[in-house]
């Protein structure tokens, strides 16, 4: 998957060139975008542009930085909130569990960490929707009163706040699963405690299949009820729109045998809703893309649901934009924006994650280490238990726990000889897949070489036709006309 994702990104890029080349767009950020409506109404001066020499709106970039620091500590505090709510669903899952084991019920206390787990992750679900409504509106807000110059500076502003924020929120439960429940319990006898209450441990099949079932209720609740929403709620809008469009009934209406007039094409198009854009789209395929990437180790089945996911997504889409909305303003842009940047980031955070969760979080690499060692694997489940102390048990009976510990609780020589092995997995994972990475980067162009052939004929041309206008016999029969035909020629 983690090549898969830098493949699809290079691929990505040389298809952007040919429809940026397409459309002619190649240059179009830096020399041709104008400054957005609202920018030009509320800048407080004006400056010379020093490419086009004309005069322009202008904003003073000390008073934008000091708007950006606020719009930065804002993001901060949303985030703090956040994992404020992730540590209120832990401290929920560990009391809940506690209530259930304290129950008569055997059923439910057999099941007690899989309920608290799973009623967890719904929990949290709930509360990622919710604040992601909230913050998106906070942002937009907070991106406006910035005063960005250009759309396409605008529109990755609040691009990326929105991410940072949406980044926290849906994967701050997963990364905790994956990375942090299970590492601080410590043993019998010297229990750490969170708010006085002990830390989480994994269930008895470990921490892997409670991130499997976190991320498949995550991912798939959220593309469940994104789908619902885009299927349900532009119908409601537009039935809501054309009953408030809808007059009052004439004469001639009451006696044609439809009772409905004969709309013409732009009152029809009139009376569907306003085109919102594709924020939405996009962000939803890329925070997909993080789930499917960064997290494949432990839920293979995650590429499976985002495929089934996007083949309903697409018929849904097309029925939204087409029969639903509007026709859209078209709005040139060269490229994607920040959206790649941030696929970029995610395709090598996967690489990090995933060497993290095949050495850490799951069983490979202690079953390798046990089978060398042992030359089998007999006897690996008391391998990876550990004594209690005696003075815990109070009694004659010997405890078990998971850990590779003594006696007195003290990390063993194997605890150590792993460690050292699982690190050297993480490195050697890292540089090989980012290694085969960049030879792809280097053995696939990121433009095609028959568009690289087009552009560099279109300078050509460009030059020449420059040189022929700027040529000694161009300029003398100039000077030979009149004043009028001089300005007529220029213009």
């Known amino acids: 998957m983690s090549l898969w994702a830098v493949t699809f ?49 202008y904003f003073p970039e000390t008073q934008r930085l000091s708007r950006t620091i606020t719009g930065n500590m804002v993001i901060i505090l949303m985030i703090a909130i956040v994992l404020i709510f992730l540590i209120a669903i832990i401290l929920y899952r560990t009391i809940l569990s506690i209530i259930i084991y304290r129950s008569q019920n055997a059923f439910f206390i057999f099941s007690a960490g899989r309920i608290a787990s799973l009623t967890g992750s719904m929990l949290n679900l709930l509360v990622i929707l919710l604040l992601s409504r909230l913050y998106t509106y906070l942002a937009q807000i907070l991106t406006r009163w910035e005063m960005h110059r250009t759309q396409t500076k605008y529109e990755n502003a609040f691009i990326l706040k929105v991410f940072i924020f949406q980044f926290v929120n849906f994967y701050s439960s997963p990364v905790y699963i994956a990375f942090f429940k299970g590492r601080f319990v410590g043993y019998p006898g010297n229990y750490n405690t969170l708010l006085g209450i002990r830390n989480e441990d994994c269930g008895a099949s470990g921490c892997l299949i409670e991130l499997a079932q976190e991320l498949l209720v995550i991912m798939v609740g959220k593309q469940v009820i994104s789908n619902i929403q885009e299927f349900v709620l532009p119908k409601l809008k537009t039935w809501w729109h054309r009953r408030k469009l809808k007059p009052a009934p004439s004469q001639e209406l009451i006696d044609e045998p439809d009772g409905q007039p004969d709309l013409s094409p732009w009152e029809a198009n009139y009376q569907l809703l306003v085109c919102e854009g594709l924020f939405d789209e996009y962000l939803e395929m890329v925070l997909q893309f993080g789930f499917i990437t960064i997290f494949v180790a432990a839920c293979p089945l995650a590429p499976f649901f985002a495929l089934i ?31 790649l940047t941030i696929l970029k980031f995610i395709s090598y955070l996967a690489v990090i994650s995933n060497a993290f969760l095949i050495s850490f979080t799951s069983d ?66 890292e540089h090989v897949v980012l290694l085969i990475g960049r030879i792809i980067d280097w053995m696939v162009p990121d433009i095609p070489e028959e568009v690289e052939i087009k552009i560099k004929r279109e300078h050509y041309m460009a030059k020449e036709a420059l040189a022929e206008n700027q040529s000694p016999n161009n300029i003398s029969s100039l000077s030979s006309l009149s004043p009028e035909h001089k300005d007529k020629t220029t213009v």
Not at 21 to 45: G, K, N, Q, V
């Open 309 to 339: 996911n996007n083949w309903v997504e697409v018929r849904l889409d097309a029925q939204k934009f087409v029969c639903e909305y509007r026709r859209p303003v078209v709005e040139r842009a060269q490229d994607i924006g920040i959206w």
């Open 364 to 429: 490979f690499l202690p079953r390798l280490y046990y089978r060398y060692t042992t030359g089998s694997m007999r006897g690996y489940i008391n391998f990876t238990l550990s004594v209690a102390p005696a003075n815990f048990t109070q009694s004659y009976m010997t405890c078990r726990y998971r850990g590779l510990r003594d006696d007195k609780g003290q990390p063993t020589q194997d605890y150590y000889h792993l460690l050292a092995i699982r690190l050297s997995f993480v490195i050697i994972f």
């Open 9 to 57: 990104l290079e691929y990505w890029k040389r298809t952007s060139s040919i429809l940026s080349h397409r459309w002619d767009c190649s240059e179009f950020e830096e020399i041709e975008e104008r400054p957005r409506p609202e920018f030009t109404a509320l800048a407080p001066m004006t400056v010379r542009n020093p490419v086009t020499g004309a005069e322009e709106p």
